[in-house]
């Protein structure tokens, strides 16, 4: 069974802040990524990662920025949180076949 | 333009009836295609891949893809109160066998 966990279940974060959200797998798998997911828009990929050190910008990159020192261990960084940043945030690891396997989600409320 | 595209819903079964969700997408060049369920407050789980044309059964579920058609559906046969999720549809690109994700439909099994 794929086990993908992430730091934190709820977190509330003040604006300005810079956050860190971890996620970690236990599957060996090359590919990881971070989504936000909002109530009408969906999932939306911020960025991912088919290698250790290596990144690629999603469709919503602005504000974010990752680290991948490890293969299992995929970070999410904001830099300097805002409100609209308050989201749902998911990383998933991906096989070789394409099947993605989330993380339990990590639920951001900037104030 | 959407590349995948569901019908938001709420789709409303009762119980014991099949439920029938379906997903269109627009890129050709898609060869692999994918069904998530999505319980509130939580992350996708993955229930379905299918990579060919046809149908393909497990257990209750059964996914069937018309390439010709650019269109994927799932059927659940003898639909539970557990069922009632949101169920979302995902492909990958034909460029870059990116997953794209459809925004979901929303099932509700009336008991």
């Known amino acids: 069974d794929v086990k993908v966990t992430q730091s934190s279940r709820y977190l509330v974060k003040r604006t300005g802040e810079k956050v860190f959200l971890e996620c970690v797998q236990d599957?060996?798998?090359?590919?990881m990524f971070w989504y936000r997911q909002d109530p009408g828009l969906g999932l939306r990929l911020i960025y991912f990662s088919y290698d250790v050190k290596m990144k690629e910008k999603g469709d919503i990159p602005e504000g974010y920025s990752v680290s991948r020192e490890k293969k299992e261990r995929f970070s999410l960084i904001l830099e300097s949180a805002s409100t609209n940043q308050t989201s749902m945030y998911l990383c998933?690891?991906?096989?070789?076949?394409?099947?993605?396997?989330f993380g339990p989600g990590t639920r951001l409320t900037v104030t | 333009q959407k590349e995948v595209e569901q019908n938001s819903g709420p789709l409303s079964v009762p119980e014991g009836a099949i439920a029938s969700l379906n997903c269109t997408y627009s890129d050709r060049g898609s060869q692999s295609f994918f069904w998530y369920r999505q319980y509130s407050g939580k992350s996708p789980e993955l229930i379905m891949s299918i990579y060919s044309n046809g149908d393909k059964e497990d257990g209750r579920f059964t996914a069937q893809l018309n390439k010709a058609s650019q269109y994927v559906s799932l059927l659940i046969r003898d639909s539970q109160p557990s069922d009632s999720a949101t169920y979302l549809c995902a492909v990958t690109s034909g460029r870059d066998d990116k997953i794209i994700f459809g925004k979901g439909t929303r099932l509700h099994i009336l008991p």
């Open positions: 998933a690891t991906e096989d070789s076949s394409y099947e993605q396997y």
């Open positions: 599957m060996d798998h090359e590919n």
